[in-house]
């Protein structure tokens, strides 16, 4: 209902038995032959009517609003006139001035309502000081049926108060859940569409990313094709990134989203971090550097998918918006917790726009997306998600000093890992930033930190010192400096504990790419079933580089029937076919094997969980979003190879 509809309804609802009881008590003053009283009740209900039947055909919110003034004052003006002209200060219709101000709350808000309170109070006190030079005449003073027939009309407007308000309370709680409902419906149909429009450009840009990267390994390109790829996959993997950005930020919004809890390496997570923005810091002439504290615990339980996204995203605006100095990321006990933090030398950020850093779409200034790009969402998710870990993101700035972004999450702290190596080592002709850092990573391993009886000695990229007789020495070279030509080992930076084990010949219990065996023998058949066909051939050129014989599908009934003629080791399914579907499919093949299972991989752009679910009920053995990379294949026949080998 209109606002001003809901106006005039709530103002004729309760006018009505105001004129009733002016007219009631006009008739009442006639018979009892009281003239004066009777001409103040009749104009009142007279001047009453008017001013609601004006109320009642404008459609102005002003004019109702007035009109609702002016039956007030009518009210108060009457009631007083009839007491200051009978002096019945103590009569009961002068009790009726009491219900103005709550008329007025009700119908026209607080201030107004105030404002009437003081104009009743004041004619109170003119009705009291009227007593005392006019004389109450006998036939005025309320008694018998009279008084019964005054409380009457001012239960009955008291009454009108009740009814109103709760057929307005019931009326707008109505309306309020469907507004709700229209809300929840319109969310409903905003994530659909979303992850339709998800699905429908992830489906391309599996095509196009999966190309780029098949073309990037080609031998025969030159210096000027190679750049045109290497652009080709950057840009691609930006559209990716604003995809997913806008969808989990839909899902958060929604409240469609859930973290797991699951036990997990925090190093692992910072070192991945450390490797996926290597290459781009070095591009950018800046040192990324990850800083470990060695009494972090060496396991910890939440949700490492989410919070590697968090880290990625901080680490990725502090990278952009970084031109000249380190962007470091450090991990590390904080009371009863675990702190995460991102520390950056870039431009920093003014005070004044600090309040509209976390809101969705916010930049720090007008040019900073045409500058700097991005979709404004990063931050905002990530916020979102800390805040389901319990948690939120702090921040630290000042312009043209850097920032500094934290994440602090609440839990016990295990113990550290246990010591992967032994020996005693040395750090030599590095900053002492860059020293401690690698300092906390050797001592994290197992190193005890020495300056003479030396096993290792980690030497800066510029250092000339000679390590002591027998005294394994590894050379640390930043990305984009060459080694000097000698016998030390080199390290690459940024550090990671992978490769700190790979170097020292330790065992790394922490999960690591693993290439695949051999598979050239010629017996290890895939049936790929895309629908697309320029995706279907770039998954089946991706798994011929691995060895594999393969066979093609552009739809859920031809898959069936392949799959009944042909043993495969491993079935690539697709989930929206024409015919029949990829659940479908699924359910079909595993209904007719026989003494051979095939591992059924699903591969989609439908990022919606009750998909995957539904996948997974029908057979699936694993699940790949699209766009699916090379490095992505490895790593799921990698995680399926006990299956495919059963």
């Avoid at 950056?344 to 040019?367: C, M, V, Y």
Wanted: aromatic share 6%; glycine share 8%.
């Amino acid at each position: 209902m209109p606002a001003t509809e809901e106006t005039r309804h709530k103002l004729a609802f309760l006018v009505w038995p105001a004129i009733a009881g002016w007219t009631v008590f006009a008739v009442r003053n006639l018979l009892e032959a009281h003239p004066y009283s009777t001409y103040i009740c009749g104009a009142s209900a007279l001047f009453t009517a008017l001013l609601l039947s004006l109320a009642q055909h404008s459609r102005n919110p002003q004019v109702v609003r007035v009109c609702a003034h002016g039956i007030l004052g009518v009210s108060c003006l009457g009631v007083a006139g009839i007491g200051m002209l009978t002096g019945q200060a103590s009569s009961t219709p002068l009790t009726f001035l009491c219900i103005v101000p709550l008329y007025a709350a009700y119908q026209l808000g607080s201030r107004s309502a105030l404002g009437w309170t003081v104009v009743t109070v004041l004619l109170m006190f003119g009705v009291h000081a009227s007593q005392s030079f006019v004389v109450i005449q006998p036939e005025f003073r309320p008694h018998g049926w009279n008084q019964f027939l005054d409380q009457m009309v001012m239960l009955s407007v008291i009454a009108a108060f009740a009814l109103s308000y709760r057929r307005i309370s019931l009326q707008q709680r109505a309306e309020l859940a469907e507004s709700r409902d229209r809300a929840l419906s319109a969310l409903a149909t905003k994530s659909q569409f979303l992850a339709m429009m998800s699905h429908e450009i992830r489906t391309p840009l599996h095509g196009l990313l999966g190309s780029a990267e098949l073309l990037a390994q080609a031998d025969d390109l030159g210096p000027n094709q190679r750049e045109l790829v290497d652009s080709l996959e950057r840009s691609g993997k930006l559209l990716l990134s604003v995809v997913n950005d806008i969808l989990d930020y839909s899902r958060l919004e929604g409240g469609d989203l859930r973290l797991e809890s699951i036990p997990f390496l925090p190093e692992i997570c910072l070192d991945h971090v450390l490797e996926l923005y290597s290459t781009v810091a070095r591009e950018k002439g800046i040192e990324l550097r990850g800083q470990i504290a060695p009494q972090t615990p060496e396991k910890w339980t939440g949700d490492p998918l989410r919070l590697q996204q968090i880290l990625l995203n901080l680490v990725s605006n502090a990278v952009k918006f970084t031109s000249q100095g380190e962007v470091v990321v450090e991990v590390g006990p904080a009371g009863e917790g675990l702190r995460f933090s991102v520390r950056d030398t870039g431009i920093g950020i003014p005070s004044e726009a600090r309040g509209n850093l976390f809101k969705p779409f916010e930049q720090l200034d007008s040019s900073t997306t045409r500058r700097y790009g991005g979709s404004g969402l990063g931050l905002a998710i990530s916020q979102r998600l800390a805040g389901l870990m319990g948690s939120e993101i702090q921040v630290e700035s000042e312009s043209g000093k850097g920032s500094h972004f934290s994440l602090r999450l609440a839990g016990p702290l295990g113990p550290p890992p246990p010591p992967a190596v032994q020996g005693r080592a040395a750090v030599w002709g590095l900053p002492e930033p860059q020293a401690r850092s690698v300092a906390m990573r050797l001592e994290r391993l197992g190193l005890t930190l020495a300056e003479d009886q030396l096993d290792w000695v980690f030497l800066g990229p510029a250092e000339t010192r000679q390590p002591p007789p027998g005294t394994r020495s590894v050379r640390l070279c930043p990305l984009g400096h060459e080694p000097a030509s000698e016998s030390a080992a080199v390290l690459r930076l940024p550090l990671t504990r992978r490769n700190l084990l790979k170097l020292v010949g330790a065992s790394s219990d922490s999960p690591q790419r693993i290439a695949l065996p051999s598979l050239t023998q010629g017996n290890q058949r895939a049936l790929v079933v895309e629908d697309v066909p320029v995706n279907r051939a770039i998954l089946c050129k991706m798994l011929t580089r691995l060895g594999y014989s393969v066979d093609e599908a552009e739809d859920g009934v031809k898959a069936v029937e392949s799959a009944a003629c042909q043993a495969y080791e491993v079935v690539f399914m697709d989930l929206h076919l024409p015919g029949i579907d990829g659940r479908e499919a699924t359910r079909r093949i595993r209904s007719q094997e026989g003494t051979r299972r095939p591992c059924i991989i699903a591969v989609t752009a439908s990022v919606v969980p009750e998909d995957r679910l539904a996948l997974e009920e029908a057979g699936a053995d694993a699940f790949v979003g699209k766009p699916l990379s090379f490095t992505q294949l490895v790593a799921v026949l990698e995680e399926t190879r006990g299956l495919r080998q059963a």
